[in-house]
């Protein structure tokens, strides 16, 4: 009737782990959770120690992990694929490049708006790559990469091992929403593991036929990634975010200029221009800044080619803004800080692989409002929720 136990461990209830682990680990310490359990339970000498809750938290984040990963696995051989993500039945649904996008009428209203006081033509907003998605046949996905402190390893006899270069763990968190259906968060080490999840939770949620809309913060892996993992899927697409765009001129315009008043000048000019997504001419007035002004030119053909190479990720942001399109992955980053950061990020924390996925997947549960049906049937609905 129950599952064998190992030592003086005990059988944790559903309650127990509904405060210790939803409104208890996640939120705050293990040493605090613990004090809060044991207060509870009347149970201050001799309760619930810290390590426990932890060694709890850590295998249940573990076995709802293993469980996503294999039921994603069966879904996607279901779906025609491999249980590495590899398609071997494409279907010709697949191969349609066409988004549904907004009436050209209505877009070109939109840039009239936009560029009543500029100097820019139509066309040359048109010419922009980005298409202008429909939202509501559209699935976004902000995704990105968290990294928290790594635990330093410890030699036989309690020895600490050579001092190097600080090593992190990896969390990848994916947001998931589509327009009056609802959203999910995805969790797990490592991008392509999540990028796997999310390829079976498109199918299960019959997402597949939508224009796949990503926003993430331009770094060429992750877009690589996102490319090869979805190369059998054509309605796919990915926006910078405008936010990292910004701040990455910023910070390769203070590496590469003498001194922040050339800086604030030049960027003042450069940000309308790739708020228009106007690429070529932001590039052409950054190769003809007066070498005077230069004191780093390696650093300003490095954010050069930073913007040729994400030209096709680069909308006209003014023209997306005035449709009530999604110019950005905030909500990708806010929930990095709700999932990871804000339990993980303190000053002093490191963590194991185990323990700091485990307690992402723990929080993710509880972002999701699976973590009822979890703790009671050990299965989850993995579906897009209000």
């Given amino acids: 009737m129950f599952v064998r136990l190992r030592g003086v461990e005990i059988y944790k209830t559903i309650?127990?782990?509904d405060i210790a682990l939803i409104y208890g680990d996640t939120e705050q310490s293990y040493q605090k959770t613990a004090q809060l359990i044991n207060r509870i339970r009347y149970q201050e000498q001799g309760g619930t120690p810290?390590?426990?809750?932890h060694d709890c938290t850590e295998k249940e984040g573990k076995e709802a992990l293993s469980y996503i990963n294999k039921r994603a696995r069966c879904l996607l051989v279901k779906n025609g694929f491999s249980e590495d993500g590899t398609c071997e039945d494409i279907k010709p649904e697949y191969n349609n490049e066409q988004p549904v996008t907004i009436p050209k009428e209505q877009v070109i209203s939109a840039i009239d708006k936009c560029c009543q006081d500029k100097d820019i033509s139509v066309e040359i907003i048109l010419s922009n790559p980005v298409p202008y998605e429909n939202s509501e046949s559209s699935t976004q996905i902000s995704i990105d990469d968290?990294?928290?402190k790594k635990q330093e390893e410890f030699r036989p006899g309690g020895i600490k091992s050579e001092r190097g270069k600080r090593k992190f763990i990896h969390n990848t968190i994916a947001?998931?929403?589509k327009k009056d259906v609802g959203?999910?968060?995805l969790n797990g080490h490592g991008i392509k593991n999540v990028l796997l999840f999310l390829t079976a939770f498109l199918f299960h949620n019959g997402l597949i036929n939508d224009r796949i809309q990503f926003f993430t913060d331009g770094h060429k892996?992750?877009?690589?990634?996102i490319f090869k993992c979805f190369s059998w899927y054509k309605n796919i697409g990915i926006i910078l975010d405008w936010y990292h765009l910004e701040k990455k001129c910023k910070e390769q315009l203070s590496l590469a200029l003498k001194g922040r008043f050339i800086r604030n000048e030049i960027l003042d000019k450069l940000k309308p221009l790739l708020w228009y997504g106007l690429i070529d001419e932001a590039v052409v007035y950054l190769e003809e800044i007066d070498k005077d002004s230069i004191k780093a030119m390696e650093k300003l053909d490095k954010l050069i080619k930073y913007l040729r190479r994400n030209k096709p990720y680069i909308p006209c942001y003014?023209?997306?803004k005035e449709l009530g399109l999604c110019n950005s992955s905030a909500i990708g980053e806010k929930m990095n800080d709700l999932v990871?950061?804000?339990?993980?990020k303190h000053n002093g924390m490191s963590w194991s692989k185990a323990g700091s996925v485990g307690l992402a997947t723990i929080t993710t549960l509880k972002r999701n409002k699976e973590n009822d049906k979890w703790f009671e049937t050990k299965g989850l609905n993995f579906k897009l929720a209000a």
Avoid: C, E, P
């Fill in 183 to 185: 959203k999910y968060v």
């Fill in 221 to 225: 892996m992750l877009n690589d990634t």
């Fill in 318 to 320: 003014a023209v997306r």
């Fill in 175 to 177: 947001h998931i929403s």
């Fill in 50 to 53: 810290s390590r426990t809750l």
């Fill in 146 to 148: 968290v990294n928290v």
């Fill in 340 to 344: 990871v950061s804000n339990r993980q």
């Fill in 15 to 17: 309650g127990f782990k």
